[in-house]
């Protein structure tokens, strides 16, 4: 508990934007050690689904139905991974869920911060 550190949802209009950010502790996780760093969502009745991840060296995965919305970015020596989120829909709405994997494929999970995109 606590090795990820979530912030920054919150309640927005559609076409609104928010940024959310997940730092994983330094005590728990050296700089050298986080491979993968990504956000998954789980709306209401649905599954979890990756929303984006970025690699340690930068290279990112978007889903389809943020791509072109959505920018995800990372600061190595902060240990620390950005979403930016634009152009908000409704449908954007769910709790998203901060993910890292280490080099040793170990996975941890936040807690989730919910975003809520009304119409």
């Known amino acids: 508990q606590g090795q990820l550190v979530e912030s920054g949802g919150g309640l927005v209009q559609a076409g609104g934007s928010l940024r959310l950010s997940c730092t994983a502790s330094?005590?728990?996780?050296?700089?050298?050690?986080?491979?993968?760093m990504g956000w998954y969502r789980r709306a209401p009745g649905k599954e979890r689904e990756l929303v984006a991840n970025i690699m340690r060296g930068g290279s990112t995965n978007y889903a389809d139905s943020v791509k072109g919305r959505f920018t995800i970015s990372r600061d190595n020596a902060k240990n620390t991974v950005y979403l930016q989120m634009n152009s908000l829909k409704p449908e954007d709405t769910a709790v998203y869920y901060c993910?890292?994997?280490?080099?040793?494929?170990?996975?941890?999970w936040g807690r989730g911060t919910q975003v809520t995109v009304s119409s």
């Open positions: 330094r005590t728990f996780f050296s700089i050298f050690s986080i491979n993968v």
């Open positions: 993910k890292t994997t280490t080099r040793d494929l170990d996975d941890y």
